[in-house]
């Protein structure tokens, strides 16, 4: 059964270090892994701390995965990749050296690492069994900056027009989030969910062919402003229409996995997959040499008011 609780939001200074670990090894006593409880409490300490000593709030703390391969995860607002610390010395006391960093987290976890985006990072790891007396678990790095970007090749202009503000916003936040999922699935359980590898290339190959972060502001700037509507031009390489039309088979593949509660995301609503068909499938369709076509699909409802607009 996959853990998707809700994550434990932390207040600063050392008791935000104790709730942590308290919550840690309650949700261990609840999974039945009293087992994993000795490095999950060390582990989660040293992220925690060193969230508090050297990143941005919010920084909040879960247990994601299955009972059988938990994954303790640390958010925060700093997008500057955790570095390891000095080599601790061989008279250092490891169940006394809170705040040491990185290495403690290496050898109190099968597997651990970092993934970065534009709203800050996750740090994580699997909790081993006992603690390791070597260096520990290689840690596995993802959503870093790859420096510049490279021109598009054989470049096709793709026209969205009428796209939904809300729904638009609903799908960058969706997207974030499998994305998220799927490639830390692939660090750190990669044999247990096999459709996660798929998705997770097919995620960097859009990642590479679409760069869409012109567009999102843009978008939340119409929706500010009022906007119900907006229209979109986007540029991407010819090569990206075998990217879309696999995403789009992926992600069908993934609500029918989130059904059987194989992975950790919610299925789409019938709302969510018909815009999204509409516009990964009009970008397909236009590179295929179609004319635009406006969404004219249901609008998913949204809870939160408008901000005012910009006078």
Not at 33 to 58: K, M, W, Y
Not at 128 to 133: K, L, N
Request: net charge negative.
């Amino acid at each position: 059964m996959p853990l998707n609780r809700p994550a434990l939001t932390l207040g600063p200074g050392p008791r935000g270090v104790q709730d942590a670990r308290r919550w840690v090894v309650d949700t261990c006593q609840a999974i039945g892994r009293d087992d994993l409880i000795d490095c999950a409490e060390l582990g989660v300490s040293e992220l925690v701390t060193n969230a508090l000593l050297h990143a941005r709030p919010p920084i909040t703390v879960r247990v994601r995965g299955t009972a059988q391969y938990p994954r303790v995860e640390v958010r925060d607002g700093s997008v500057e990749p955790p570095r390891m610390p000095d080599p601790i010395g061989e008279d250092d006391d490891l169940l006394l050296t809170f705040g040491r960093g990185l290495n403690i987290v290496a050898r109190c976890s099968d597997a651990w690492g970092a993934d970065i985006d534009e709203e800050g990072k996750v740090v994580w790891f699997v909790p081993a069994a006992t603690i390791s007396d070597e260096d520990g678990a290689e840690g596995h790095f993802t959503g870093l900056d790859s420096g510049e970007v490279a021109p598009i090749d054989d470049p096709v202009t793709v026209r969205l027009l009428g796209v939904p503000t809300i729904a638009y916003q609903g799908f960058v936040h969706h997207f974030a989030e499998l994305r998220r999922e799927v490639r830390l699935l692939v660090l750190s359980t990669r044999s247990v969910y096999p459709v996660a590898e798929d998705l997770a290339q097919t995620f960097d190959d859009l990642q590479r062919d679409i760069r869409a972060t012109a567009h999102h502001r843009l978008v939340a700037d119409a929706y500010a402003a009022g906007h119900d509507t907006v229209d979109l031009e986007i540029v991407v390489p010819r090569r990206a229409g075998r990217s879309l039309a696999r995403f789009l088979e992926l992600l069908d593949l993934a609500d029918d996995f989130c059904r059987q509660q194989r992975l950790l995301s919610l299925a789409r609503s019938p709302e969510q997959r018909a815009f999204q068909e509409w516009y990964l499938g009009e970008a397909v369709r236009q590179i295929d040499g179609g004319e635009p076509q406006p969404f004219d699909g249901p609008v998913p409802a949204h809870a939160e008011s408008r901000p005012s607009s910009a006078s």
